[in-house]
T-cell receptor, first 114, second 113 residues
C-alpha cells in the first residue's frame, strides 16, 4: 500500500518568515495530495490540495508544489503569522472516488515564534 | 455550514468495558470514517463506510467494530476496551466520489484505565 513520509516532525520559525514542510509518497498511482491543518482542540481541516496534473497551486500565503518524478510534494507558507501555529498533515490518495480514503503523513508541529 | 459532531469530547472508561463512540454529520454525505490519532503516528484509518449498513476495514481494525444504521450516524464500538486503545478518535465524512475531501469532527479523547 501507499506510504507517506513527512518532514520535519517539528518546525519552529520566526513570525514573518517562511515555512516549508515536505512529504514523499511511495505509490506512483497516487494522484491527489491534500494538506490538512489541525489547530489545538479541533479536528483537521483541509487547507489546500493538488492533483497530479498540476505542478503548483497557490492560495494567498500558502502554496503546494508537486514533483511527480521524484514523488514528493511540499507545503509552503509565506509571511507566517501566529495563527499558522498548528499541526499540519500531508496525505496521498489514488482518487477515483473509491471509499478507502487517504494515507496520511505523521504530521508536522509548526510553531511560530513572536 | 458543514458539521460533523462527536458525542463526547473526553471519555474515561475501565479496561474490559464496552465503549460506544458516536458521530453524526448533517451534510448528507455518503462516506464516513473513523480514524485514530496518536502522537508521532499521525492519523490511522480504523473503519470506513460508503453507505448505510456497509462497512470496510481500514488499516487497524483489530479490537474495533462499527455500526451504520442511518446515513447520518456512524458509531465506533470497542468491544472490550484495553489500555492500548487510549487515544484521540476522529470521525470524518465526505461526499461519494470525493472521498479525499474529508470533514472532521473535533475528536473524542478516550482514556482507558
Amino acid at each position: 500500500g501507499e506510504n507517506v513520509e513527512q518532514h520535519p516532525s517539528t518546525l519552529s520559525v520566526q513570525e514573518g518568515d517562511s515555512a516549508v514542510i515536505k512529504c514523499t509518497y511511495s505509490d506512483s498511482a497516487s494522484n491527489y495530495f491534500p494538506w490538512y491543518k489541525q489547530e489545538l482542540g479541533k479536528g483537521p481541516q483541509l487547507i489546500i490540495d493538488i492533483r497530479s496534473n498540476v505542478g503548483e497551486k497557490k492560495d494567498q500565503r500558502i502554496a503546494v508544489t508537486l514533483n511527480k518524478t521524484a514523488k514528493h510534494f511540499s507545503l509552503h507558507i509565506t509571511e507566517t503569522q501566529p495563527e499558522d501555529s498548528a499541526v499540519y498533515f500531508c496525505a496521498a490518495s489514488k482518487g477515483g472516488g473509491g471509499a478507502d480514503g487517504l494515507t496520511f503523513g505523521k504530521g508536522t508541529h509548526l510553531i511560530i515564534q513572536p | 455550514d458543514v458539521k460533523v459532531t462527536q458525542s463526547s469530547r473526553y471519555l474515561v472508561k475501565r479496561t474490559g468495558e464496552k465503549v460506544f463512540l458516536e458521530c453524526v454529520q448533517d451534510m448528507d454525505h455518503e462516506n464516513m470514517f473513523w480514524y485514530r490519532q496518536d502522537p508521532g503516528l499521525g492519523l490511522r484509518l480504523i473503519y470506513f463506510s460508503y453507505d448505510v449498513k456497509m462497512k470496510e476495514k481500514g488499516d487497524i481494525p483489530e479490537g474495533y467494530s462499527v455500526s451504520r444504521e442511518k446515513k447520518e450516524r456512524f458509531s465506533l464500538i470497542l468491544e472490550s476496551a484495553s489500555t492500548n486503545q487510549t487515544s484521540m478518535y476522529l470521525c470524518a465524512s465526505s461526499l461519494q466520489g470525493l472521498n479525499e475531501k474529508l470533514f472532521f469532527g473535533s475528536g473524542t479523547q478516550l482514556s482507558v484505565l
